[in-house]
């Protein structure tokens, strides 16, 4: 089975569950976003305890429900990589906002100083106009 299209496109927000500092557990839901052979994708921020989280450890284990019935419910456990686009990193303002598709970059916040079409692997930064 494809168990990355699954949690993409019939389940998409998952209970993802990890540990604090102390190995206690802990759980949180999220939105995955995309999936291809490298892995699953979902947004996090760095203030966020899921990405501190993911950070000191990198493991977490998923579980989506499809329905009513748990029993149709799909568990995975993976060693994952906390990966930051090379287009947020460049970004003075952090102005990229991710949770939009595709992402747009929030002009009010913009310095218009083309880090992130400089840096851009995809191409997908453009100036308009």
Do not use: W
């Not at 540990?19 to 999936?35: F, K, N, Q, R, Y």
């Not at 979902?42 to 019935?69: E, Q």
């Amino acid at each position: 089975m494809d168990y990355g299209n699954i949690m993409v496109d019939r389940l998409h927000t998952v209970v993802a569950a990890t540990t604090d500092d102390e190995g206690l557990p802990v759980t949180c839901a999220i939105d995955i976003m995309d999936s291809d052979a490298g892995g699953l994708y979902f947004l996090t921020a760095k203030g966020k305890g899921l990405y501190h989280r993911l950070k000191s450890r990198s493991y977490m284990a998923f579980t989506g429900v499809n329905g009513r019935d748990t029993l149709s419910s799909v568990a995975v456990s993976a060693r994952g990589k906390v990966r930051e686009r090379a287009c947020e990193a460049a970004c003075p303002q952090r102005c990229i906002d991710f949770s939009a598709r595709p992402a747009v970059i929030r002009q009010e916040h913009c310095l218009r100083c083309g880090n992130c079409q400089a840096v851009c692997q995809q191409g997908a930064v453009f100036r308009e106009g």
